[in-house]
Each structure stands twice: as C-alpha cells, then as structure tokens.
C-alpha cells in the first residue's frame, strides 16, 4: 500500500514539472530564444461567388446592411438570377418580384407599379434618381433591387409603392468575358465585361458594352440598341478612393400600343396584328438616348468616421411617333386611329454628400448616416397630335433555362412562355382598352467566353 501511494506521488511530481516546463516555454519571447518572426502579409480579391440568396443591400440604409436586420421589405435579385435568367430588361429582371406589375409604357419606357402605386419616376441607379422614360439595359448592372413602401427619408419625393434601384458593374476585379446569344425573331445580341486592376498602383478599370437587333412576333416591330459604360477606379491614398463612371445608351424600336378591346377583352386578331402605319418602322418608331457621367469620393477620416460624395449628370433626348388606337365602334367594328409626336429633351444632375459614423449607445454597436441631397432636372416637351387619321375594321407563365460549363465556356438554353399565354400586359396607363399580346413560345442560345 505505501509503495503504491509513493507511486503516485512520483507521477504527479512529474507531471507538474512536465506543466511548468511548457508552460515557460510558451511564455519565452523570440528574442529571449534567439529567434525573430518574418513579416507575413496576405491580400486577395475575386469576384463574389454566385447566389440566389444575397444576405446584404445598400439602397434601404444607403450602407450595406443585412436584410434580416432592415425593418422594411427588399427583393434583391442578384447577378446569377440576371445571368441564368438571361436577362436584358427591366421586364425580365421585375417580372419575378413579388408585388410589381408591368404596363406597356407608351410602348417607349419602363413602367411599373409597385403595391399597386405607380413608380414611373421612382427608378434610381447607384442610389442616384434615374427618371427619364426609357428602357434601360442591364449590360452594366451587377443586381437589382427593390425597396417596397416609402422611402423618401433618404430619396426625397417618390411614390407609396416604393423605388427600383440598379446597382452598377464597378472595377476592382480582374475579368475578360464576351458573349452572344441568338434567339426567335431574328434577335442577336453581343455583350462584353473587360475588367482589370493593378494592387501596386492602386488603379482600376472596367468596361462593358452590349449591341442587340431584333424583329418581333409583333409585325412592324424591332429592336436596335447599343450601349457602353466605362469605368475608373484610382486609390488616391490608403484612406481614399475615388470612381469615375460614365455611360450612354441608344434605343431604337417600333412605339407600340398593342390591340384594342372589343366588348371588354382584346380583339379576337393574331398575336402579331398592328394597329398602326403600313410603314411603321420609318414612321412609328421611337428613339432615345441617354448619356451620364459621375463620380464617388470616399474617405475613411478614422476608425468611426467616413465621408462620402457623389455626382451624376444626364442628358436624355426622346423622338417618338406613334399611330394608335383612338376610339372603337363596337356597332360598326371599326377603330379609329390617331397619330401623334412627342420630343423630350432633359438634363440634370444630382449630388449627395454623406458622413457616417460608427460608435456605441447603451452598449450596442450602431451606424449613424448624415447627409445632404443637391439636384436640379430640366424637362423640355413638345407634344402633337391628329385624331381620326383612319379607320380600320376591326399570367402565369412558364420559363425552361439548361445551362453547361465546360472550362472557360458557358452555354445556356432558355425556353420562353411555354404555355403560350395570350396576354402579358393589360392595360396602357390608365387606358384599358389596350393590350400587349403575350409573346408565342420563344428559345435563346447564349454563350460566353471567359479569359
């Protein structure tokens, strides 16, 4: 029993000398060992990684914020749903929001309605007000997002529905992507995104383009777009950067009205009939063109200080004609038509200065935002008309995407409106009796290049 106890006792002592000697060894610096620690740095970038599901959006807070911790509801729909989706318009990207509705918007605009309020002028890009009446392309833009309800505490005048705000494609990445997507109706669309930054000077870059022609199941209808938007990133110092983004876009197309309705539903014509000039492409077209340049300053004056400015200015020209559907006879089953003009020149441009401030009440960590909104919009229009120029007799959907990656090269299939819905869009404005047929079942091939 004594030899037993004496044992243990021994362990234990052994233990602790054990313990002691470790634990002086930790406690050595470099220098007492005769050793010293190299430098060691470590810097990276990529691209964000593809998801359905984002967990941050800036245009709620104006400061990235997750969207479990915002008190308001925002549909953000991400780059991969914009590249699965193949998508090129407003339409495509808001036709999966919940909440929003489409109408035909003169059949030269995006027009929306949000909660069931219009949202005409409530389109913003980079949280900067984007209202003039057109139909913007997505070539340029990263991912989408929609605020529902008011928001003017930080926006300023807007509507109940809420806004659309398009986040922008910016440098700070290395890329090189072309692609070219066919499809129904004679469409063929190029696109290409050539990024690249250099870490020891601290300057970006990045542009991307897209050129698409068109026809249409509408007859007379077409489509010829062109749009580019460069971009220059320059890290003035550690604490400050500034972004220098411009772009233009031109529009080309047929200002369609869709049919007209005959005893409360759309007249019993083919999908494609037009209700308008013989020689619609040369007489009933309308053409916009958009330029914008601007700016974003950002400095980092401390660890719970930052300052932020930015600027854009516009220009936007818009020459529309048009020939449509006035009045219907319902006893002698005959629509007039009316024949109209309109010319819209605009220019603008706005600038907001905002401070932000990070500290600590009542022991949670908080994120104070202060600033100030400067703008200042011209709108120009001249309107003409003609009534009675002629006389003529008279939603759910299904989408299928296939998608292949084989290296550097994507390939990718869309099926449109696989149940041929006859109607996508009823109503024009606050007119009824105008509908937009749906489009018959369509395909597009897509492929990318990445090198």
């Known amino acids: 029993m004594a030899m037993t106890k004496s044992r243990l006792a021994l362990l234990i002592a052994l233990g602790l000398q054990q313990s002691l000697h470790t634990a002086h060894a930790q406690n050595e610096t470099p220098a007492a060992s005769g050793g010293s620690l190299g430098e060691i740095r470590i810097s990276g970038s990529r691209e964000a990684a593809p998801t359905y599901n984002p967990l941050t959006a800036v245009s709620a807070t104006k400061i990235e914020a997750p969207l479990r911790d915002i008190p308001q509801t925002v549909n953000v729909v991400p780059q991969a749903i914009l590249r699965d989706q193949a998508a090129h318009s407003m339409q495509d990207v808001l036709k999966t929001v919940p909440g929003v509705g489409l109408s035909t918007g003169d059949g030269q605009r995006d027009q929306v309605t949000i909660r069931g309020f219009t949202a005409i002028a409530d389109q913003f890009v980079d949280g900067m007000r984007d209202d003039a009446l057109y139909f913007r392309d997505l070539s340029n833009i990263e991912q989408v997002e929609v605020i529902k309800g008011p928001a003017s505490v930080l926006y300023g005048r807007g509507s109940s529905g809420g806004l659309i705000n398009r986040i922008t494609k910016k440098p700070g990445i290395d890329k090189s992507e072309v692609g070219l997507q066919v499809g129904s109706w004679n469409q063929v669309r190029g696109e290409f995104d050539l990024a690249r930054k250099d870490d020891e000077s601290g300057v970006a870059f990045r542009i991307t383009g897209a050129a698409e022609n068109a026809d249409s199941y509408r007859s007379q209808q077409f489509l010829k777009r062109q749009a580019v938007a460069p971009s220059l990133l320059l890290k003035l110092s550690p604490d400050t950067r500034l972004l220098i983004q411009a772009e233009t876009l031109t529009d080309r197309r047929v200002t369609d009205f869709g049919i007209p309705a005959y005893q409360g539903t759309p007249v019993n014509v083919p999908a494609g009939t037009y209700y308008g000039a013989a020689n619609a492409r040369d007489v009933d077209y309308s053409q916009s063109t958009v330029t914008s340049t601007g700016f974003t300053l950002d400095h980092r004056i401390d660890g719970a200080w930052s300052a932020r400015n930015a600027f854009r200015q516009y220009t936007y020209t818009l020459d529309r004609n048009n020939t449509l559907v006035g009045s219907v006879n319902e006893a002698a089953q005959t629509v007039s038509l009316n024949r109209s003009n309109v010319k819209r020149n605009e220019n603008g441009f706005f600038n907001q200065?905002?401070?932000?401030?990070?500290?600590?009440?009542?022991?949670?960590?908080?994120?104070?935002?202060?600033?100030?909104?400067?703008?200042?919009?011209?709108?120009d229009q001249v309107f003409r008309t003609q009534n009675?120029?002629?006389?003529?007799?008279?939603?759910?959907?299904?989408?299928?995407?296939?998608?292949?990656?084989?290296?550097?090269?994507?390939?990718?299939?869309?099926?449109?409106?696989?149940?041929?819905?006859?109607?996508?869009?009823?109503?024009?404005?606050?007119?009824?009796?105008?509908?937009l047929p749906g489009a018959p079942r369509a395909w597009q091939l897509t492929t990318r290049y990445s090198f």
């Open 353 to 379: 200065t905002e401070l932000t401030q990070k500290t600590t009440l009542a022991g949670m960590a908080h994120q104070l935002l202060y600033g100030v909104e400067v703008g200042q919009q011209n709108k």
């Open 388 to 435: 009675n120029v002629a006389t003529l007799p008279g939603y759910t959907t299904a989408d299928l995407m296939a998608y292949y990656r084989v290296k550097k090269i994507d390939v990718q299939l869309n099926l449109t409106n696989l149940f041929d819905r006859s109607y996508i869009i009823a109503g024009h404005g606050s007119n009824g009796n105008l509908n």
